[in-house]
Each structure stands twice: as C-alpha cells, then as structure tokens.
C-alpha cells in the first residue's frame, strides 16, 4: 500500500500546497524581517482577500488570476493605510501594544465579514477549476500549478524591488539598521508602511490563487495564518529563501502526515513542528540569530 | 477604600444582586461576565503582572473544563473532587508550557505564538481522541444538587462564581504585595535589569504561568458544570484566548479590578450590541476587535489605571492652587 509511487504523488501535491503557504509566509516574514512584528491580522487580511477575489469575479466577472493585478495594488494600500495609521500610531513603537493591535485588527476583520456576509461557505466556479494535467503516472491539478509558478514569479518580483529599487534600498536600510537609516534622511514611518503594504499584496496575490480552487469564508484565512507562523519561525523569521523553502517543507509534511496519520492528526505534525523549532532553534533554518 | 477592605466592599454589592432580582436572564449574564473575569484574572497574573502576553489560555481553561468532565463522567468521580481535579490539570498544563517557553527563553512575540500554538495542538486533539467524545464533545449527566456541584437556582450559581471571582482578587491582591508579586513586575519592567540584580526570572515567570494557568482552569471547570457540555471548539477554541486577554487590557493589565471592569464592560458592551441591532453573530466580537485596538491606542493603562491617571491629575490640580497661595504669601 505504502508505495513509492504514492508517496512521490503525495511529495508532489504537498510542494503544490505549500508554495501557497510560502506565498502567505512570505508576506508575514516580509513584514516581520522590518517591523519585527508578528502581523497577527495576516490570517484576517488574507480572508478579506478571499472574499474581495471571489466578489471581483461575481460582481464584475473578473478571471481570479486578472484580478490579482487589481487587488495587489488595492490591498497594497490598505495594508500601508493600517500600518501608518492604525497600528503604528497605535502601538507606538512598543512591541506588545504591536501585538495587541494586530489581534484587535484580526479579530474586527474577521468578524466583520462573518457580520456583513455570514459564515456561509462559497466557491467560484470556473472552467478550468477541475482540469488536470496527466503526467503519466499522476493527474495535477492546473490552477495548482499555475500558482506554484505563479508564486515563484511572486518571490523574483519582490526580489527585484528589494535588490534593484530605492524604495527596497530604503527598506533594507531600515531593516538592518533603523536609527541609522533615520539620520540618513530615510522616512521610516513610511518605510513601515510600505512593506506591512507589499506584504499584504502578497496576501492578496495568495487570495486569488487560492480561490479557483479553495473556499471562502470569513475564517478561511485562519487555516493558512498558523500554517504561515509556522512556515515563517521554520524558515526563520525575516529570511525571504528560508519563507520559500519552510512553505515547500510544510506543504510535503501536511500532506505525507495527512496521508500517513488521517488529515486531523497531519495538522497536529505541523503544530509540533512549530512548536519544537520555536523551544529548540526559534532562529529557524536560515533566520539570522534571535 | 482600599485593598482588602474594597474588595470585600465589591463582592459584597455583588453578593447583594439576588435580594433584588429575580430574573434568570440577568443572572445568566452576571454568571458569563464574572466567568470572563475569573478566566481574564487567570491572564492578567502572567500578562499583567508578568508582562508575558500569552495568547493561548484557551488550554488552561479547555483541561479546566474537559478535565472536570472526564473525570465524572468517565471515572465516576463526584464533581467536587473533580473541580479541584480540573484545577489541578490546568495548573500542571501551565507548568508544561511555561516551563518549556521560558527554559527556552521565548519572549513577547514567541512566547504568544507558541502558546498560541499549544491551545491550537490541543483542540485538534480533542477533537480527535475518544476520551474527550471526539467531535461530539461531552455531556454532564444532569443532577440538580449541591453534592454533585448543581443547582436549582440560577441564584446559587452565580453567589458561586462570585466566590471564585472573590477569592481570584484576593489572590491578585495578595501577589501586588508580596515579595513574589515585586519580583514579577521587576521582571516585566525589565528582565535583564532584573536578573542583574539576582530575580530568577525563569522560576518567577513560571510560578506566576502556574498560578494563572490555575485561575483560568476555575473558569473552564465552572464552565463545564454551568452548561454542562464540553467540546473542542468551546474549551480549546479562540474566543476564550481573546476575551482573557481582551477583559484585563481592557480594563487595566496589572490591575487588581482591571479584569472584573473589563469583563462588566465588554459584556455590556457585546449585549448592548445585540439588543440594538438583534443577534447577528459577529458583531459582538467585532466590537471587541475594535475596543482592542482603541484601549492601546487612547488608553494604554486600561480603565482601571486611566481613572487612577485622571484621580491623581485632578489630586495634583486641587493641591497647586494651594501652594501658590502659600508661596505668594511668603512672598
């Protein structure tokens, strides 16, 4: 029963899943390799995400994956507007009122969807939600493919903006050294703000991903962000390759534990991880030391 | 007033409610409010007074109340016995946990993630093992008298809780003015500041997570035995982790009274809400959300400390004028 077979589709399925999960962890690493903050709204932000994605294509009849040129930059801006007007000013530099802010802000979001569209689950239908691809000895799923390569397309753009841009000069600068980078003339307010925003358009990149083949509905995010922690505090918190690879591992971990141990039990591996990197090596795999 | 003497002022108003009312409706919400205070009194020893935000109190309170279940249910045991049975888990939970983040030297943003990550490993594990009815959760068999920890009257319930509420202030109280109590906000101020001058912050912040892990596993025994049923999403779920914490900041972390006054005032809050626009779900915890991130923002001492603020500003204003007057005197 355990053949090799099976498990190289169940190894193949899970980095489709997980270059999903290193997409969302992207984002969170992102934002905490700056901030240093852990964005507890991730989770919240990626289900309005959803829903925005799902709304595109029932209202304005928006393919997923056009959409996501639309909400990128859409959710680009709320997330600069929550970082340099809410929990900036809000928490003041103080990393538990930061903490604090963020659950409050992931609590409101969430709930003001299940207030405003109720906890029913949806689905968009699409033409190609169920096509798959025949490898020979294995049937993909197409839209997963194309938001693994899609994903990778994801971390080169952001790449580039960091390494070829001022404004990624700019963020880099601050991530390393923020007093310094403040008396170099950098605006750091804005700094903070432009990564919480490119971190939260990778959300909404994740969003419309997802949404061809995943529901929605306003706890949907939930079952990504514990997934993204785990993948950011495995890679290394702040490390963008370490979010990559950590979201590829968790992915193949779910699956293979999903497949060996039944799918409740698959989720617990992933918490134990979590938790066993955090008590043993919370730098992670590639994070610089803690 | 102060110290003992308000407190026993405080449960004494409280205690008097039933010579006045009657109604079940209002009961059932005294019992929930003081059951959300007695759970954010549990939060506020280590995140209060121990500056170590915890965002998983959901398992304290889940082995409180699965705890007290099992052990009746399954074992037979009276209920009593079981309460202190659920006490006793609770603690012995936070001591594992505890023990393992801080041994490991986890901190602020950690140290929420990875209790946050222990309530999560323990809800899907009682969602799955057999012992905890799995999905179905467990039902307490009904038995309406006092040796089995039930009772007929809403009334009795709540003088109960109170008593529990009354005994966590005390405790509250008693830990702001010991030596222990000292050595925790030495090390919420300032850990390294504090070790350097000889607090063990390890063992300190481990005493505080038991204690409060003990406090939050009342609520969650108390719990099982006012509804009498238990399941996963109720006793490990999140809303649990977020209004402990919610109801302390709120109403003053680090406070003697803050969790109490937070949990009457998010409580009206949430019913208030309901009564105005009818029961939507949501919008309760939305309201939260957003009272999370005000209080952070406007009033980082929360009420308790913010009326304190006000007090003594008005105190200082009252005695200036007066020493104008001396000095122009003198003058």
Redo the contacts between chains.
Sequence with gaps: MLSPLILGIAVLNGLLTGAVYALVALGLTLIYGVLHIINFAHGALLSAALFAAFFAHQKLGLDPYAAALLLAPAFFAVGYALQRFIIGPAARGDERNMLLVTLGLAVLIENALLYAFRADTRTVDLPYSFKTLDLGFVFLAVPRLISFAAVFAVALALWAIMALTDTGKAIRAVAREKLGAELAGIDVAHVYAMTFGLGTACVAIAACLLVPTYYVNPGAGNAFVLIAFTVVVLGGMGSVPGALIGGLIIGVVESLGGFLLGESLGQVSIFLIFIVVLLLRPRGLFGASA | MKGPLLIAAVVAAFAAVPLFVHSNVVFNFLVVTLLIALAGQGWNIIGGYG?Q?S?GHAAFFGTGAYVTAILQMRYGVNAWIGFVGGIAAGAAVGAIIGG??FR???R???F???T???A??LR??A??APITGAGVGILIKLDLRPQSFQFQSRAVFYLVILALVAASLAIAQTLERSRFGAWLIAVRENEDAAMALGVDATAVKLGAMVISAAVTAAAGCFYAQYFLFVDAGIAYGPWIS?EA?LTP?IGGAGTVFGPLVGALAVKALGEGAKLWTGD????D??I??????IV??FA?AGLVGTLANVRERAARRLRAPRKGRAEAARG
């Design positions: 500056g935000y965002f393992l983040a490991a030297g986890l602020s943003s950690y929420a993630l990875v946050l990550a222990f999560e490993v899907i594990l969602s799955v977020i914490l900041i939507v779900p949501g919008l915890l939305m939260y959300g957003a009272l999370l991130v952070v923002a980082p």
